[in-house]
């Protein structure tokens, strides 16, 4: 069974505090590793698709990279508005449908300013 | 706005009454999904239909639940004798056929009281 763990569950920075968001995950074989943005009351918010271990993918102050075991996201001189809860989710080969995605509990992210 | 429409967004029901939530995915999207999402937890697969078809259900899908798409565009989920522990976001999600990254609605909070 495909399983993920993010740490930590919660993250406060200070404005222009720069930091990483771990997931560890363990899976029969990698479709693909995603991370998702919620803000509160809201659903989920594409980030990125990692496909395989070295590949990194950069959007604005958000950079994720990906090994065989764990992913992370970086977040250089974050602002308030990257408050939020930071998702990140598997597919793994067993699965039947590219969409039955695996989702650890999240960080939550605070940033002050 | 060409994005994933669910509603209601909230309801609240007593235990033992039905509810039904509606999802319209992206218009181009034939794959469509439900996930349920509790606080402080991400999100749970529960059931995915390419184009009007069924594929794949959670064993989270109790027989009170059940899931339609009946001409492959909008899709319901009804949920028969509500309890308490149904109190959660049902989240709708779409994607293209070989595309893993889902597309989420902003859910339907459930109350039961």
């Known amino acids: 069974e495909d399983q993920v763990t993010q740490s930590p569950e919660a993250l406060r920075l200070q404005e222009g505090e720069s930091s990483s968001l771990n997931c560890s995950y363990t899976v029969s074989g990698l479709r693909g590793l995603f991370w998702y943005r919620q803000d509160p009351g809201k659903g989920p918010e594409f980030l990125f698709t990692l496909y395989s271990a070295g590949e990194e993918k950069e959007k604005e102050r958000l950079k994720a990279t990906l090994t065989k075991k764990e992913s992370f996201l970086h977040i250089t001189a974050p602002k308030p508005e990257d408050s939020a809860t930071y998702l990140c989710?598997?597919?793994?080969?067993?699965?039947?449908?590219?969409?039955?995605?695996?989702f650890g509990q999240g960080t939550i992210l605070t940033v002050h300013p | 706005d060409t994005g994933v429409s669910q509603n209601p967004r909230h309801k609240i029901t007593k235990r033992g009454q039905n509810v039904t939530f509606r999802c319209d995915p992206i218009?181009?999207?034939?794959?469509l999904y439900w996930y349920r999402q509790t606080l402080g937890q991400g999100p749970e697969f529960l059931t995915y239909f390419q184009n009007e078809a069924q594929l794949e259900k959670s064993r989270l899908l109790s027989d009170r639940f059940s899931a339609e798409r009946p001409k492959g565009s909008f899709s319901t989920l009804e949920i028969q004798r509500t309890e308490q522990g149904d109190s959660a976001m049902y989240l709708c999600a779409s994607s293209t056929e070989g595309a893993g990254e889902l597309f989420f609605g902003e859910g339907s909070r459930l109350t039961v009281l």
């Open positions: 218009s181009e999207h034939n794959r």
């Open positions: 989710a598997v597919q793994g080969e067993g699965g039947t449908s590219y969409g039955k995605l695996t």
